[in-house]
């Protein structure tokens, strides 16, 4: 069946760069999104990907997809304290469901 | 905008009573919504799929006579856990989708069930 993974934890430092890295299975996937959790919360939308693309920026947010080896990135430029969270990447199966992975706990230091 | 919404946001029940959830999109027209458990430090589990005026469509697994799902009206969906047990005290989450902008679903800020 389908897969998503991601490594489970990164720290960085305030003002650095974050990269989320996640890989899946499914090369049908239509769309690939990024969602964030905050502890004792809901999932916010952050951004997505048509699997067309390669690149979409949104402000601070970058996201890379390699098709090829079915790899997403999320980049967090400048990254801030409140960035601190839970991201989980989710691609749109065949049937429409979304399959997430276990989700990456970003850490941000000061 | 798309905003959705769950009540209550925590509950605690004791063994054997029955708990309902709702589900509500604000600003928008759900005609699917979703329901999904999570445990502590794990991802999502989709429990159910529901469409607007249909039975749910439950996942491997998932018991349809313990949790009940109801998509009476574009706005509402409610999930019922009955006769509720401590296993299962989880975070439960629902997401509406309004089946335009690339079906993107948006999720509410879920429901915490504590079950004595």
């Known amino acids: 069946g389908e897969d998503v993974e991601q490594s489970l934890f990164l720290s960085v430092r305030e003002g650095d760069s974050s990269v989320i890295n996640c890989t899946y299975t499914?090369?049908?996937?239509?769309?690939l999104y990024w969602y964030k959790q905050e502890p004792g919360a809901g999932l916010q939308l952050l951004t997505y990907i048509f699997s067309n693309m390669d690149m979409k920026q949104d402000q601070r947010l970058t996201v890379l997809l390699n098709k090829k080896d079915k790899h997403l990135s999320l980049r967090i430029a400048d990254t801030q304290t409140g960035d601190s969270a839970i991201y989980f990447c989710a691609e749109k199966d065949q049937g429409g469901k979304l399959i997430f992975g276990q989700g990456t706990e970003l850490s941000v230091k000061p | 905008g798309a905003v959705v919404s769950q009540h209550p946001s925590w509950v605690i029940c004791k063994s054997g009573t029955s708990v309902k959830i709702e589900c509500r999109s604000l600003d928008f027209q759900a005609t699917t919504m979703f329901w999904y458990r999570q445990f502590p430090k794990q991802s999502l589990m989709l429990m159910a799929t529901?469409?607007?005026?249909?039975?749910?469509?439950?996942e491997q697994g998932v018991e349809k006579d313990k949790f009940l799902i109801n998509h009476a009206s574009l706005t509402l969906s409610t999930l019922t856990v009955t006769s509720a047990h401590p296993e299962d005290s989880s975070f439960y989450i629902c997401?509406?989708?309004?089946?335009?902008?690339?079906?993107?679903?948006?999720f509410g800020p879920g429901t915490r069930l504590l079950v004595l």
């Open positions: 529901s469409n607007e005026g249909s039975k749910a469509t439950y």
């Open positions: 499914d090369s049908s996937s239509t769309y």
């Open positions: 997401s509406a989708s309004d089946g335009r902008v690339q079906e993107t679903q948006y």
